[in-house]
């Protein structure tokens, strides 16, 4: 399969490119910095990209299969400050699938947007609402513009990431969060987002996945 992904430079975008590869995909990774990439992989095509521009886009997305996107803001600090990167990025995002007549497409959210009932008191009163609802916000812009669309779409929705080893035994649920929401290793995300692509199970459905 022909992936492009998106956000590669990441953590969950490294590990996301090399669990894609190692299960013999061909990848074509998108990066404003293609420099930052430095995995060699016959497989391995790079491409210079920017989500706020779609015409960036659209000569890695030609002749592919699959979008994955899972960039973003990287902190609470970036995030308090306001973003549009996943609004207005996915929208880019979008138009370039559609000048290339792609309609596969998976997005990384997070179960922050919607309410979450077993999440830590100190997230509930302090952490969500004063330093992560304004990147949580773009995020309800981005899952509503989705949502809308007639492309064949994926949103995850992941908890708080850990650089916690593989496991595979992660849990989903399509179109609410968790009630016991617990954290999730980043290359557990990988995992689905290369599985989701591979054989998709949650087309135009929101997903929480949880450890």
């Not at 590990?15 to 998108?30: D, F, K, M, P, Y």
Request: hydrophobic content about 40%; some cysteine; overall charge positive.
């Amino acid at each position: 399969m022909k992936l492009v992904l998106l956000g590669v430079t990441g953590y969950t975008g490294q590990s996301l490119t090399e669990q894609a590869l190692a299960r013999g995909h061909n990848v074509i990774a998108v990066a404003r910095n293609p420099a930052k990439i430095s995995l060699k992989h016959p497989n391995l095509r790079v491409f210079q990209g920017d989500v706020t521009s779609a015409s960036s886009l659209a000569e890695a997305f030609s002749n592919s299969e699959v979008v994955v996107s899972c960039g973003g803001v990287s902190n609470p600090i970036q995030a308090r400050k306001g973003t549009t990167v996943y609004s207005v990025g996915t929208r880019n995002i979008v138009e370039a699938m559609r000048q290339t007549n792609l309609k596969r497409l998976i997005v990384v959210s997070s179960a922050g947007v919607a309410p979450r009932k077993g999440a830590p008191i100190l997230y509930k009163l302090i952490v969500k609402p004063f330093f992560l609802e304004p990147a949580y916000r773009d995020m309800r812009v981005m899952e509503h513009f989705l949502s809308e669309t007639d492309l064949n779409w994926t949103i995850v929705r992941p908890p708080y990431l850990t650089a916690t080893p593989l496991r595979t035994d992660y849990r989903l649920v399509p179109d609410h969060n968790f009630e016991d929401d617990r954290p999730l290793s980043r290359f557990s995300l990988a995992h689905f987002l290369v599985s989701e692509a591979e054989s998709p199970r949650f087309i135009k459905h929101v997903v929480a996945i949880s450890g």
